[in-house]
């Protein structure tokens, strides 16, 4: 059990130091992958007053969680303000409890203050005390955050994880370079 805890945080890490590594580009492959994203959301009636009221939204195409009694979280997405990226934002979280396995999901963030777009484009925003319970290989789940100006959705992909778990999840954020980098999708 200490060896899958060692292997999956080295594994982790390297994905880490990889995905911030690469540059802040907004290209086709990605803007594909969002707005296949984008769409499964917007499928959902109940997250309509959030896309009518939001601020802004940050996106997350394709999320990996996986546990062993402590687990990890990563995943890239693009923040859209106004309908046009901004910036990239990676996400990273750990986890603690009775967990096991390994799951993808998709997740978007609905900012409702300047104070809290603010932080979250500063680089350094958490989510804290995050609780969550899945078994599950489909669906969609709501995944409480203790953030009052910021809702959070997620869409599970696939895979199996069974969990009960406490957590923290961080974002940190990259703007893009110029305009010339970003693309309206909305």
Excluded: H
Aim: proline share 3%; hydrophobic share 45%; charged share 20%.
């Amino acid at each position: 059990m200490r060896l899958l805890r060692v292997v999956l945080f080295v594994i982790l890490t390297q994905l880490a130091v990889g995905c911030v590594m690469e540059p802040v580009v907004y290209d086709e492959e990605r803007a594909a992958s969002v707005e296949e994203a984008l769409a499964q959301f917007r499928a959902q009636d109940e997250l309509d007053p959030f896309f009518r009221d939001a601020l802004a939204y940050a996106v997350f195409p394709g999320n990996w969680r996986a546990g062993g009694g402590f687990g990890g979280a990563f995943g890239n997405g693009w923040l859209f303000e106004g309908g046009t990226v901004t910036g990239r934002t990676v996400m990273t979280e750990v986890f603690v409890g009775a967990n096991l396995g390994i799951q993808s999901d998709m997740k978007i963030l609905f900012f409702r203050s300047e104070d809290a777009l603010d932080q979250f484009r500063r680089g350094r925003f958490e989510f804290t005390g995050q609780a969550n319970a899945s078994v599950a290989t489909a669906g969609k789940a709501l995944t409480p955050g203790f953030n009052p100006d910021v809702a959070m959705f997620v869409l599970v992909r696939g895979g199996l994880l069974l969990e009960a778990s406490i957590g923290t999840q961080r974002y940190d954020f990259f703007p893009l370079g110029d305009s010339a980098d970003s693309g309206a999708t909305d």
